[in-house]
């Protein structure tokens, strides 16, 4: 029983390696230069964005970080210049949707005065909201919904209140007998 329990608890381990944001490591410093190396060996690249609002942070003193957050992604943006934006509802993807929105409405005045404004596609935003759900939209969602390109939900229901959605309810069950 004890070779089983030590089997188990390796195999727990090893499924879960590397996946798991909270693991304790004995030194952080050498945990980062070995994530920043995985990272540099990796055909993506990693973007860190400070956070637009700490778990139980006020919302007065939210404003602010907020602000600080949509600067660092409106360069971040302006840079990289995505094609999509794919958001899934937490509240960081606010500032990355505003930084773009923000970059449609600067893109006007640069045309107008005659400015090579790089001939790249405008970047195209969808919203996939949270399955959970059901009958109202969470706080991200009724912030971005009218400035993003698509905005999809699960729950037909919603398509009543906002009638820009689209549903997508592959993972919703329909009949009413349940």
Sequence with gaps: ?????????????????????QEEHENDQQHQIKFDTAIAAADAV??????????????LTSILTTLRAIFH????VW??????????????CVPVIYSVFLLRILRLPMMMLGRNYHHRPRCKVVFVESICRVKTLSLSGRLVYPIVDRFVVHWPILKEKYPMVEVCDVFVRHDKET
């Design 1 to 21: 029983e004890q070779e089983e329990n030590h089997h188990n608890e390796w195999h727990r381990k090893r499924r879960w390696e590397g996946r798991h944001p």
């Design 46 to 59: 990693v973007h860190r964005l400070p956070r637009a609002r700490e778990v139980h942070q006020p919302y």
């Design 73 to 76: 992604t409106l360069i971040l």
């Design 79 to 92: 840079k990289i210049q995505p094609e999509l934006i794919l958001a899934n509802g937490p509240g960081t």
